[in-house]
C-alpha cells in the first residue's frame, strides 16, 4: 500500500465516521486560544497561512495532497493530532519543508549573546591579567636569584 493508499483510506474512515455531523466549512475555524494543545494550533495556523499565501482553497489543497478536504479543515483548526505522513504530504503540496510547520527553536537575541560575548571577554582578560602577574612575579624572582 502506497503512501498515498494509507492516507485516503485514513481519510476514508475519518468521513464515515464523521458522517454524522454536518461536513466542517473553512468559515467554522476556530480561535487559537480554544485548542488544549499550542502545538497542534501552531501547526494549523502554519499550514493556514500557506495554503493561503497560495491562493488556494482547503478543498483545492486537499486535492493537490491527495487527501480529504475534511483534512485540511482538521489540521488547520487544531482538531487532529496529524501524522508525520499526513504532514509531509500536506507540507510538499504547500511547497514548504515539515520543519517550516512547527516553531523554531527561541534563539538568544543579539544583545544577549552580545552581553554573553562581553562576559566571556571579560573573564578572559581577567584571566590573561592574572597570568600576566604571575609571569612577572616568576620573572622578578628569576632576576632576584640571578643576581645572586
Given at each position: ?51 493561503q ?46 520543519a ?14 552580545a ?34
Amino acid at each position: 500500500m502506497t503512501v498515498s493508499d494509507q492516507s485516503k483510506a485514513t481519510d476514508a474512515v475519518e468521513e464515515t465516521l464523521g458522517s454524522r455531523n454536518p461536513p466542517p466549512k473553512e468559515t467554522d475555524a476556530i480561535s487559537p486560544g480554544s485548542s488544549s494543545d499550542v502545538l497542534l494550533v501552531y501547526v494549523g495556523q502554519q499550514v493556514l497561512a500557506a495554503r493561503q499565501r497560495l491562493g488556494l482553497t482547503q478543498e483545492q489543497l486537499a486535492e493537490k495532497a491527495g487527501c480529504a478536504p475534511t483534512t485540511v479543515f482538521l489540521v488547520e483548526n487544531a482538531r487532529r493530532n496529524v501524522t508525520i505522513r499526513s504532514l509531509s504530504v500536506l507540507a510538499t503540496a504547500l511547497g514548504v519543508e515539515v520543519a517550516e510547520l512547527f516553531p523554531r527553536p527561541k534563539t538568544a537575541t543579539p544583545s544577549a549573546r552580545a552581553c554573553g560575548i562581553s562576559r566571556a571577554t571579560a573573564e578572559e582578560v581577567r584571566r590573561a591579567q592574572e597570568a600576566l602577574r604571575r609571569i612577572e612575579l616568576l620573572i622578578h624572582q628569576v632576576d632576584e636569584v640571578s643576581e645572586d
